[in-house]
């Protein structure tokens, strides 16, 4: 066995910064016994997103992401709001994004985006029953969202490539191989998927 894992101590806690993020500043003791302040990211109490499983193909968002100046592929996703099951906050979210109302779903993998910075978990779930039709909420002008449907092949492709890059499209395949409720991840060149098309 190895040495105890040492965990540190919150003295105190201050918002250090109100937006669309929020920053709180902890005061903290560190292992070794010193002092120190740690800005942690709680602009919100979890995340959650959404992986819609269409035959042999998988129904994506794409946005344009400002911080990285580039439209992405990634899934329709979310805020959740404190005291809302993040399974109905994931419902929500789908159908404010795409318009779609999932027949069911199922928790598929819990996980920290920035575990270093941020405090909140994402919360990834999965469609296989199929969709209805419901109302998409398109009055965000910087949240403007298109619906994709791409073969679980030609994401692959994509993945390999670094083409995706949103992580949570990426760790959403990989459980859901992991889990048997999609294929295993195929190892293909870039650009041997069939195009992909754009609702």
């Excluded at 996980?111 to 941020?118: A, D």
């Amino acid at each position: 066995m190895g040495e105890p894992e040492q965990t540190w101590t919150t003295l105190g806690r201050r918002v250090s910064h109100q937006g669309r993020v929020r920053l709180v500043e902890h005061t903290v003791v560190l292992a070794d016994g010193s002092e120190a302040r740690y800005e942690v990211d709680e602009s919100i109490p979890f995340a959650v997103a959404t992986l819609v499983v269409d035959g042999d193909a998988v129904l994506l968002t794409r946005q344009y992401r400002y911080p990285i100046g580039r439209w992405i592929y990634d899934l329709p996703a979310g805020a959740g709001q404190a005291g809302e099951p993040p399974q109905s906050a994931a419902l929500r979210e789908l159908e404010e994004e795409t318009g779609l109302i999932a027949k069911d779903l199922q928790p598929l993998h819990l996980y920290y985006m920035n575990p270093g910075r941020s405090a909140w978990p994402v919360h990834v779930f999965i469609c296989t029953s199929g969709t209805t039709e419901g109302h998409a909420d398109q009055s965000d002008p910087a949240e403007q969202v298109r619906l994709v449907r791409m073969p679980v092949r030609e994401l692959d492709a994509r993945i390999a490539s670094q083409e995706i890059v949103d992580p949570t499209l990426i760790v959403a395949r990989s459980a859901a191989a992991a889990q048997g409720m999609l294929p295993p991840v195929q190892a293909i060149a870039a650009g041997e998927g069939s195009p992909c098309g754009i609702q």
